[in-house]
């Protein structure tokens, strides 16, 4: 064991050296240096060998991701998982049969148990049937693509960290929103106050919390306050009544989307952003990186996003534009596309399960 580490080590120093060798010095020289590395290790342990690109691999990310580790072992329970993401990743990528391609991001170190506890729902939202007034029912004249981005109704894709109140960032999108194309102002909302603020039995902070309450919790506050104001701490906290009193947005209502029907949800994102609950448990969600997304996922609602837009890709595939709240590094800078009339009812993911919007 002790000689493995050993070896190991002395091996990433002549790599070390095998590097600033190639930057000093002609190509064949460090073809040759690795040449000879290659017959002097050949004796050694496969694993450890094969390992050593891998560990490069995973070092580099974590300098990307500024991530530190607290001791050798949990940097080594790292190295694992991060290895298991890397090798899924370029299978699904090399096997080119689907119309998306997974990325390395920020999650590519955390189990899939981890990353449900601290990004997703605690336990899934629950989906009532909406019986509700639907304004759009009617509507025929639905435009073939629309983005809310274009239009200025968008604003920059924020990350809620490992705090799952993915609700707030639903919410607060779709009042932005609707404030913007109100009055022609673009502001940022915050989320924090929600979570400090709209604590009930639907709305837990970073446990979770449905989209619908948090409009009734704005309509009742009388207005929500901007981002700079509260700032987004990614954990609970207590209410500070001094900054929910200076309100920079109202809403007078809310509606919900007639459930389980992706032509309502068109009519309803052709005039204006709409909080939609989705899954994002699965695999390829998490590691999704470009593309349209066509699954596999299931139609829990663990998530919950904002759909801005739909459009149809140039093999004639139809989309739903979606903003995220996991930062631009995920996904197209923060967005997904992702497929839609897939013909199951619920859509894909469960994108037309729960879906909701503030009204002006
Ligand atoms: C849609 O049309 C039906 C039938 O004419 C009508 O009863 C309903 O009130 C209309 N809904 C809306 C939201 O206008
Ligand atoms: C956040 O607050 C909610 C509501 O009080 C609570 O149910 C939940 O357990 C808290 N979560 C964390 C991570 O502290
Ligand atoms: C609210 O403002 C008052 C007066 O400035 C101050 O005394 C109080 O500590 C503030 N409360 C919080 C929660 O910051
Ligand atoms: C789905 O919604 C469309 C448009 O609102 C409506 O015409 C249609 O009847 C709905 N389908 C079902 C199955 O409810």
């Known amino acids: 064991m002790l000689g493995y580490i050993a070896l190991s080590s002395y091996l990433t120093h002549l790599a070390a050296i095998s590097q600033s060798l190639y930057t000093a010095m002609a190509h064949q020289c460090f073809e040759l240096a690795l040449m000879v590395l290659g017959v002097w290790v050949s004796g050694a342990t496969a694993r450890g060998i094969a390992d050593e690109p891998m560990r490069t691999k995973h070092e580099q990310w974590m300098a990307q991701n500024g991530r530190v580790y607290t001791d050798a072992a949990e940097k080594e329970r790292r190295f694992q998982i991060f290895r298991d993401s890397y090798e899924y990743i370029k299978s699904v990528n090399r096997a080119g049969d689907r119309k998306y391609k997974l990325g390395l991001n920020q999650f590519a170190d955390l189990t899939n148990g981890e990353f449900k506890a601290s990004r997703l729902a605690f336990k899934p939202m629950p989906t009532a049937s909406t019986t509700g007034s639907f304004q759009y029912a009617n509507l025929t004249d639905v435009p073939n693509s629309m983005d809310w981005r274009t239009r200025g109704a968008v604003t920059p894709v924020k990350n809620q960290g490992s705090c799952g109140c993915f609700w707030a960032f639903s919410s607060v999108a779709a009042i932005e929103a609707i404030t913007q194309i109100k ?65 920079a947005a109202t809403i007078s209502g809310y509606e919900s989307v007639p459930a389980n029907n992706e032509s309502s949800l068109l009519q309803a994102v052709a005039n204006r952003p709409v909080s939609v609950g989705i899954d994002g448990s699965g695999q390829d969600f998490r590691h999704y990186s470009s593309g349209i997304f066509t699954g596999p996922c299931e139609t829990e609602m663990t998530h919950a996003v904002t759909a801005v837009g739909y459009g149809i890709a140039e093999d004639g595939t139809e989309y739903w534009l979606v903003k995220n709240s996991w930062g631009t590094t995920w996904g197209e800078t923060g967005y997904m596309r992702i497929q839609r009339d897939v013909g199951a009812p619920e859509g894909l993911c469960g994108m037309a399960k729960l879906a909701s919007y503030p009204t002006a």
Do not use: H, W
Not at 204 to 230: H, K, P, S, W
């Open 183 to 247: 009055t022609g102002n673009l502001v940022s909302l915050s989320e924090q106050q929600l979570v400090d603020c709209d604590v009930n039995d639907g709305n837990q902070g970073c446990d979770g919390g449905l989209m619908t309450r948090a409009f009734q919790y704005v309509i009742d506050n009388g207005g929500i306050t901007t981002e700079d104001n509260y700032p987004y701490m990614a954990a609970n906290g207590t209410c500070d009544t001094n900054k929910t009193s200076s309100s």
